[in-house]
């Protein structure tokens, strides 16, 4: 019985290493440095359907991915905001990142996990960071227009926004849809 | 992700099937082993798959072997000269970086300039990155092997979606030899105040290789002495370091040193220094980009070197110099389209100083060229460009030119 588990546990062991690269904290942490305050975070996946996708689209969002999912952080039963882990490539690697949303919708923090590329370890400065805080879905996110650019990086600064905006897009409509509550 | 999901369930299925096919042949065993194996089967099952779905969401797969490339295709038209309009595959780059485990990669870069290279033809083909970087810990790295060398704002950065207009700036090229590359070992911080420090030991220039017959040195001094690793003499090694800080989002700062001798001991030759270093800045407020560079390089001990050289045609500078401001703004954007004008102003020196050798036989310095460029790059997506540009030359008029160019780069 244990070999025959091995593989099975080689399995999983292999997609949470490759899909959760981490260098400076792990998804765990990430949520807590967000939400300090939180008693609780409990995992709810939001499941786009094909309209929901079309629209996120047309709107210049692409969603990526119809499942997504989110840890709600929680506090007294009440919910306090949204986490979502995800990854993107910079130039050549994955960067991992965390996006915590408040309760209405609105950037709260966004956190660096993983940056492997050779090239603007800068964007994990708070600094650079902060540009994020009280983004909505009216935000243009974009490099070069209301987030400033790392010299050097730009091909990660753009796909770290690009993903922010993706996320603050697929949760507004969640929230929106009911699919959230 | 798909492929992960897949042998879970195939190691599920042997897991489940198998002891099953046991516990028949088993007389022994009874309805409530089975059960009982089936249910703790059941919640390994679902503490894994949760383990499964706790990933990001269809978040890309880890590239352990990334192909990049990029390329320049361009077109010259002097404008007083047509004749001598030109156009030319300036470089075609491929390389590819492989990451052995998390804290190890190979990065290579392999470049053909000029369409064609054989015995007949100017291209050249080169390896212009091959190094091995390996992490110590997040944001400290040391690479070993064939890198670019930390210095400016264009040589580490070089690729034709990178930089405003046709051709690399002059000042980054006849002052800064890009694409500047030594061997050796270099080490990389990043520091949580914003500041990024390179610093290393590599091979050099050879000065003894100078052409004094040849007007190469008056182009780029650096240019006509650099060894790209290529056979290198390697008596002599460098000292290198840059700082670079970034500590204010859109705001780049930095500087650069290297130094050191270059004759190689090579016989007939005194020992002569050579040292390069520059300052930089670069802000870039929503949509402009605004940047600024000064560089200035020293040959040491020239009188001597020059000696046996005078009445050539190009004697060793002791000093050459540059520098440019650089202003562009994105007029236009559509998705992932930007349309960009810029303009550049730039002034440099080949030889801004000779060492004195004499009445009569001292050159003089070379003249300043200063040179507008104004142009535009279209940015089709983040990987492909089309540019062009108008280029004024206020000392050598005939280089007065049109330039065209398409590139790429991922």
Redesign the interface.
Same mark, same amino acid.
């Given at each position: 019985?244990r070999m #025959?588990?091995a593989? #099975? @546990?080689a399995?999983?062991s #292999?997609?949470?290493t490759? @899909? &959760?690269?981490v260098?400076?904290l792990s998804?765990e942490q990430a949520r807590r440095l967000i939400f300090p305050d939180a008693d609780s975070f409990e995992?709810h996946?939001i499941a786009l359907d094909a309209s929901q996708m079309q629209a996120l689209a047309a709107n210049?969002v692409p969603a990526?991915?119809?499942?997504?999912?989110v840890q709600v952080a929680k506090r007294g039963g009440s919910t306090l905001g949204y986490v979502?882990?995800? %990854?993107? *490539?910079g130039k &050549? %690697? #994955?960067i +991992?990142y965390a996006v915590g949303l408040n309760a209405d919708g609105t950037v709260r923090q966004v956190e660096v996990l993983s940056?492997?590329e050779? /090239?603007g /370890? %800068?964007i994990?400065?708070p @600094?650079?960071r902060r540009?994020f805080i009280g983004k909505t879905g009216a935000s243009p996110l974009r490099v070069? %227009?209301?987030?400033?650019? *790392?010299?050097?990086a +730009?091909?990660s600064c +753009?796909h770290v926004t690009d993903g922010v905006r993706r996320i603050v897009a697929v949760l507004g409509l969640a929230r929106r849809t009911g699919a959230l509550s | 992700m798909k492929r992960n999901t897949l042998s879970l369930a195939a190691s599920l299925a042997v897991s489940l099937l198998l002891p099953a096919l046991g516990a028949h042949a088993q007389s022994a065993a009874t309805d409530a082993d089975l059960a009982q194996k089936v249910d703790k089967l059941s919640a390994e099952l679902a503490a894994l798959k949760a383990q499964v779905q706790a990933s990001p969401a269809a978040a890309p797969a880890e590239p352990a072997t990334v192909l990049t490339s990029y390329g320049e295709i361009n077109y010259n038209r002097p404008s007083k000269k047509p004749e001598n309009a030109q156009a030319d595959v300036r470089r075609f780059v491929l390389g590819f970086q492989h990451r052995f485990d998390d804290k190890t990669k190979v990065v290579t870069e392999l470049e053909v300039e000029h369409g064609v290279s054989s015995a007949d033809d100017a291209g050249e083909v080169e390896v212009e990155q091959a190094f091995i970087e390996h992490q110590l810990m997040p944001g400290t790295a040391l690479r070993a092997g064939l890198f670019l060398m930390p210095v400016g704002l264009l040589n580490e950065n070089h690729e034709p979606t990178a930089f405003y207009g046709v051709e690399r700036n002059f000042v980054e090229t006849a002052i800064i030899p890009s694409t500047w590359r030594e061997g050796g070992l270099q080490y990389v911080g990043s520091f949580d105040n914003g500041l990024t420090v390179q610093a290393g030991l590599s091979t050099t220039f050879d000065l003894s290789k100078w052409d004094a017959t040849s007007t190469e040195g008056a182009e780029s001094p650096l240019a006509a002495v650099h060894q790209e690793m290529s056979l290198a003499k390697a008596r002599d090694v460098a000292v290198f370091g840059a700082a670079n800080w970034r500590g204010i989002p859109g705001l780049l700062l930095g500087g650069s040193l290297f130094t050191s001798n270059a004759t190689q001991g090579q016989a007939g030759f005194p020992s002569a220094r050579i040292t390069l270093w520059d300052l930089h800045a670069r802000w870039t407020p929503q949509r402009w980009d605004l940047s600024a560079l000064y560089t200035q390089g020293h040959i040491s001990n020239t009188a001597e070197l020059n000696a046996p050289l005078v009445g050539s045609a190009t004697l060793i500078p002791e000093r050459f110099e540059g520098w440019y401001v650089q202003t562009a703004y994105t007029a236009w954007t559509s998705g992932d389209q930007a349309l960009s004008p810029f303009a550049r102003y730039e002034r440099y020196n080949t030889a801004s100083r000779y060492a004195d050798l004499g009445a009569g036989l001292t050159p003089d310095a070379l003249p300043t060229e200063r040179v507008f460029t104004v142009g535009a790059n279209y940015k089709l997506n983040a990987n492909v460009v089309v540019k062009l540009d108008l280029q004024r030359f206020k000392e050598n008029k005939d280089n007065n030119r049109f330039d065209l160019g398409l590139g790429w780069s991922f």
């Open positions: 019985m #025959l588990l593989p #099975l @546990a399995a999983a #292999l997609a949470s490759s @899909a &959760f690269a260098d400076y998804a995992p996946d210049g990526r991915s119809a499942r997504w999912p979502v882990v995800d %990854e993107v *490539i &050549f %690697e #994955l +991992t940056y492997r050779s /090239h /370890h %800068e994990r400065l @600094a650079w540009q070069g %227009e209301d987030i400033a650019n *790392i010299s050097g +730009t091909l +753009t | -």
